[in-house]
């Protein structure tokens, strides 16, 4: 090697490192292909699937307020004895008519994306009562101030693709105010894709108004529709909600895109055996389809199938656990299997604190939900001690986790150049190594996810910097992020007319 190249070397060495220290290089941004796991052969999910149109076409659904049934009988449905039927042949018209593919818009057209197919995205979800405290270490009550906290900082988070509230303000009692108060703050803090609920029906219009005001102008959200409702339209077992009936209609009718969110729990809302379980809570995600679509043909909705299980020692919800894991990926391996945009949970801890166990229970469901393919990751972010608590810390390190599940996803490519013939003949006959070398470098940048806050210092360095733990340095990481950056997506005039239509914003 000549003594011109050397500096040439280790100024391009530096070059690279100055661009990682800038910002974020990822090997696998989000949207990587999954399907590789299929836990389900196609046998079982062809049997699955025929015991849920049965339970559909003789069962049914009970509990349907009169406009779903009378808009379901007007396609085939019967209604008799209380109870709501769906002939197969009108079930699988519904799917064959049933949006397959649909963009979900942010406010900033950059963090757009397709929702179908196996591309996999993973964001949040949840409705956290409880909040881990960054200076305590100790849980106390979710309040708006945390909302738009947790918003702020999803709002840097490269892995995390959207961001639907995660906690609820319970310092704000009344029901529309919470539900303006929550999808203010969406708007204010982040311009990623949103989700939010609505407690009532007549609460959709006026909010979609404060949408409209933010994008500019009265009609703005039908063009660009960047906020879904989460709804769940099915108490299970098998029985609609009539609530829920009337915030779906409600979206319908002001161009809301949906995502129809099944719920059900194993041993009590649904059977304990795994097949069984799939099997009712498919029929159930079938019936919110159905809602959408009988009002609606082909509108965007979520076909979001969340196997939820309990510990049957206790009846506790848990959210941690294999038979979560795999329930979810089989969700979403019959959701693709019917070419329909999935949505599954996971990450839903049971651990109340940063450790192995948050990180063992986060990392197995959402590595397996990605695998499995499905479209829309829940839950995959921020979400502690079974779902009734979110932390700041596990938002930070859920997304440097999130980067290592894409690039999990994402696989092994295998091509003349990362075969890497000549690149073997030139460190054997040559240096001895493949330090330093052309392929290695260009490797470095393009195949591998490299962590930020995991530790990867020798034992003697890592004593030397005082031992940190995980959740120390994802503490310093959050409070980083929530000292300086302060976004405001509304500007002060938007923001004025918005808090002078809506006196309760706080």
């Given at each position: 090697?000549?003594?011109?190249?050397?500096?040439?070397?280790?100024?391009?060495?530096?070059?690279?490192?100055?661009?990682?220290?800038?910002?974020p290089?990822?090997?696998?941004?989000?949207?990587?292909?999954?399907?590789?796991?299929?836990?389900l052969?196609?046998?079982?999910?062809?049997?699955?699937?025929?015991?849920a149109?049965?339970?559909?076409?003789?069962?049914?659904?009970?509990?349907?307020?009169?406009?779903?049934?009378?808009?379901?009988?007007?396609?085939?449905?019967?209604?008799?004895g209380?109870?709501?039927?769906?002939?197969?042949?009108?079930?699988?018209?519904?799917?064959?008519g049933?949006?397959?593919?649909?963009?979900?818009?942010?406010?900033?057209?950059?963090?757009?994306?397709?929702?179908?197919?196996?591309?996999?995205?993973?964001?949040?979800?949840?409705?956290?009562v409880?909040?881990?405290?960054?200076?305590?270490?100790?849980?106390?009550?979710?309040?708006l101030?945390?909302?738009?906290d947790?918003?702020?900082?999803?709002?840097?988070?490269?892995?995390?693709?959207?961001?639907?509230?995660?906690?609820?303000?319970?310092?704000?009692?009344?029901?529309?105010?919470?539900?303006?108060?929550?999808?203010?703050?969406?708007?204010?803090?982040t311009?990623?894709?949103?989700?939010?609920?609505?407690?009532?029906?007549?609460?959709?219009?006026?909010?979609?108004?404060?949408?409209?005001m933010?994008?500019?102008?009265?009609?703005?959200?039908?063009?660009?529709?960047?906020?879904?409702?989460?709804?769940?339209p099915?108490?299970?077992?098998?029985?609609?909600?009539?609530?829920?009936?009337?915030?779906?209609?409600?979206?319908?009718?002001?161009?809301?895109?949906?995502?129809?969110?099944i719920?059900?729990?194993?041993?009590?809302t649904?059977?304990a055996?795994?097949a069984?379980?799939?099997?009712?809570?498919?029929?159930?995600?079938?019936a919110?389809?159905?809602?959408?679509?009988?009002?609606?043909?082909?509108?965007?909705?979520?076909?979001s199938?969340?196997?939820?299980?309990?510990?049957?020692?206790?009846?506790?919800?848990?959210?941690?656990?294999?038979?979560?894991?795999?329930?979810n990926?089989?969700?979403?391996?019959?959701?693709?299997?019917?070419?329909?945009?999935?949505?599954?949970?996971?990450?839903?801890?049971?651990?109340?604190?940063?450790?192995?166990?948050?990180?063992?229970?986060?990392a197995?469901?959402?590595?397996?939900?990605?695998?499995?393919?499905?479209?829309?990751?829940?839950?995959?972010?921020?979400?502690?001690?079974?779902?009734?608590g979110a932390?700041?810390?596990?938002?930070?390190?859920?997304?440097?986790?999130?980067?290592?599940?894409?690039?999990?996803?994402?696989?092994?490519?295998?091509?003349?150049?990362?075969?890497?013939?000549?690149?073997?003949?030139?460190?054997?006959?040559?240096?001895?190594?493949?330090?330093?070398?052309?392929?290695?470098?260009?490797?470095?940048?393009?195949?591998?996810?490299?962590?930020?806050?995991?530790?990867?210092?020798?034992?003697?360095?890592?004593?030397?910097?005082?031992?940190?733990?995980?959740?120390?340095?994802?503490?310093?990481?959050?409070?980083?992020?929530?000292?300086?950056?302060?976004?405001?997506?509304?500007?002060?005039?938007?923001?004025?007319?918005?808090?002078?239509?809506?006196?309760?914003?706080?």
């Amino acid at each position: 090697m000549t003594e011109d190249a050397k500096p040439a070397r280790r100024a391009g060495r530096m070059a690279r490192k100055a661009a990682r220290e800038a910002g974020p290089v990822s090997a696998a941004p989000p949207g990587q292909t999954g399907g590789a796991y299929r836990p389900l052969t196609d046998p079982q999910i062809e049997a699955i699937y025929a015991t849920a149109l049965r339970l559909l076409a003789e069962l049914g659904m009970g509990e349907c307020p009169a406009q779903l049934v009378e808009a379901a009988c007007a396609r085939g449905a019967g209604f008799d004895g209380g109870r709501l039927r769906f002939p197969r042949a009108m079930v699988e018209d519904i799917i064959a008519g049933a949006a397959k593919r649909f963009v979900y818009h942010g406010r900033d057209p950059a963090h757009d994306f397709e929702i179908g197919g196996e591309r996999v995205y993973f964001g949040t979800g949840g409705a956290a009562v409880q909040t881990l405290d960054l200076e305590t270490g100790r849980y106390r009550p979710s309040t708006l101030t945390d909302l738009h906290d947790f918003t702020r900082l999803i709002d840097t988070l490269p892995n995390v693709s959207w961001f639907t509230r995660c906690c609820i303000a319970t310092d704000v009692p009344d029901s529309f105010d919470l539900d303006v108060n929550t999808a203010y703050a969406l708007i204010r803090n982040t311009t990623k894709p949103v989700g939010t609920a609505f407690t009532l029906g007549q609460h959709v219009a006026p909010i979609v108004d404060m949408f409209d005001m933010a994008l500019g102008g009265e009609g703005r959200f039908r063009e660009r529709p960047f906020c879904k409702a989460h709804i769940s339209p099915v108490v299970s077992p098998m029985r609609y909600g009539e609530d829920a009936v009337e915030v779906t209609v409600a979206c319908i009718e002001h161009g809301v895109p949906i995502n129809s969110i099944i719920a059900a729990q194993s041993g009590a809302t649904a059977p304990a055996t795994l097949a069984g379980f799939l099997a009712q809570s498919l029929a159930e995600t079938l019936a919110g389809l159905i809602l959408v679509n009988v009002f609606a043909p082909g509108y965007p909705v979520i076909f979001s199938n969340w196997p939820l299980v309990i510990d049957l020692r206790t009846g506790a919800f848990c959210g941690g656990g294999g038979e979560s894991a795999v329930l979810n990926a089989a969700s979403a391996q019959i959701s693709n299997w019917l070419g329909l945009p999935s949505g599954v949970a996971s990450s839903m801890a049971d651990a109340k604190a940063v450790d192995a166990q948050m990180g063992s229970e986060k990392a197995l469901s959402a590595v397996t939900a990605g695998l499995a393919g499905a479209n829309m990751v829940y839950e995959s972010s921020g979400m502690m001690a079974s779902l009734l608590g979110a932390s700041f810390e596990a938002f930070v390190l859920d997304d440097e986790m999130l980067g290592a599940v894409q690039r999990t996803i994402r696989g092994v490519e295998v091509t003349e150049e990362t075969l890497g013939y000549d690149a073997i003949c030139d460190a054997v006959l040559g240096e001895g190594h493949f330090l330093g070398h052309a392929q290695t470098m260009a490797a470095m940048e393009r195949d591998y996810h490299w962590p930020r806050i995991a530790d990867r210092d020798a034992p003697v360095t890592w004593a030397e910097k005082g031992a940190p733990d995980i959740w120390a340095r994802a503490q310093d990481k959050a409070r980083h992020i929530l000292a300086t950056h302060r976004p405001d997506y509304l500007g002060a005039a938007t923001d004025g007319r918005i808090r002078e239509r809506f006196a309760g914003i706080r």
